[in-house]
Structures are given as structure tokens and as C-alpha cells.
């Protein structure tokens, strides 16, 4: 079965300084992972996709995130954060159950950015 | 713009009283989700339909009923809420067409509150 681990529940760390959100999913199959974030009281809005292709992705708000298949991980990255990236993200990966497509969610990580 | 909406954003009901949540979508997006993400935890997938066909997560309690009367609308039924069923609702959709595999988008979820 897919799982994912987010190591990480909480990272605090100061404006303008980079970010690291860690995450590791276990898969026997062709994997597609994703990072979204939720703001409070609101849903999840998408930060970016690995589907396949280069391992270096972009995505939204300045994020990016390396797909490493030695290492099964898919760390989310930002070089200088701001205030309004407090928030919690979600590492998900994409699984085959009963021949249709579900999430699998990490437990999430709690970013605190502090001035 | 497209989008996936959420009614109402806050819930309050009494132990017991049956609940309705709803969901629409205006992207057109053949399969919907219901989650449910209690406070700091993952979302947690309860059910999803794919167009009209309904799919019911094992460990879903059989308090917790869907409709989807048409491609845009999907409800979230509460036959007897308790306490435990306090928790913010999340709906998603997706499109999902052979091999594709398109993210998932979520609307801002309904916070349910039990009395």
C-alpha cells in the first residue's frame, strides 16, 4: 500500500530565510505526487505536481520541489518566505484503489513564519 | 471562474438532527469527493462518485450518506450526528478520463458543529 511521511509537524522559521518541508512516500508503482496548502478555514489549493518528466518542479507562490526516487522523498523548498506562507501543507500521493484515483495525505506540517 | 463551492461555510446543528452539506461544481469535473478533516489532521477521504457510480470508503460509518442528482451537485448527508462528527467537510473534484491524472480541486469546506 502507498503511505506518505511528512517528518516534519512543525516548522517555525523567520521571514525572508529559506524553507524545507520534508516528505517521503512509499510506492512499488509509478508515483504522482502532490503538495497542497490550506490557509486557515479554507480548503486545499494546489502548489504544484510531479506526473513525470524533470524531477525539479515549479509551482505556485514561488514553491518548488525535487522528486528524488532513491531517496522516495519530494521535499517542497522555498529560498525566502514570507508571512502570508504560514499555513499547513499537505504532501499527497496519487493511488489506484478498486481501479479509481484517491489521495493519500501526509499528516501534514504546520509552517510558521515569524517576523 | 470555475470553481468548487461549498454551502453553507459553517454548520451548527444539534446532537442527532440530521444535516445536509453541499457541494457544486462549475468545472464540469466527472468525479467528486467528500472528505472529512478533523482539527490538525489529515483529510480523510469518505466517499467519491465517479459520474453516477458510488464508492464508499470501507471505514466509512454508515451515518454518512451522498447524493449526486446531477453532474454539478453532490450532498453529504448526516443521518444522526454525534459529537465525534464535529469536523471541517471538504468536497474535490476531479476529471479522470482513462489514464489521466488530473489534481484534485476543493472547494473552501463547510465547519460542522455539533450541540
Known sequence: AQSVTQLDSQVPVFEEAPVELRCNYSSSVSVYLFWYVQYPNQGLQLLLKYLSGSTLVKGINGFEAEFNKSQTSFHLRKPSVHISDTAEYFCAVRTLSGGYNKLIFGAGTRLAVHP | ?115
Open chain 2, 1 to 115: 471562474d470555475a470553481m468548487v463551492i461549498q454551502n453553507p461555510r459553517y454548520q451548527v446543528t444539534q446532537f442527532g438532527k440530521p444535516v445536509t452539506l453541499s457541494c457544486s461544481q462549475t468545472l464540469n469535473h466527472n468525479v467528486m469527493y467528500w472528505y472529512q478533516q478533523k482539527s490538525s489532521q489529515a483529510p480523510k477521504l469518505l466517499f467519491h462518485y465517479y459520474d453516477k457510480d458510488f464508492n464508499n470508503e470501507a471505514d466509512t460509518p454508515d451515518n454518512f450518506q451522498s447524493r449526486r442528482p446531477n453532474t454539478s451537485f453532490c450532498f453529504l448527508d448526516i443521518r444522526s450526528p454525534g459529537l465525534g462528527d464535529a469536523a471541517m467537510y471538504l468536497c474535490a473534484t476531479s476529471r479522470v478520463n482513462g489514464r489521466s491524472n488530473q489534481p484534485q480541486h476543493f472547494g473552501d469546506g463547510t465547519r460542522l458543529s455539533i450541540l
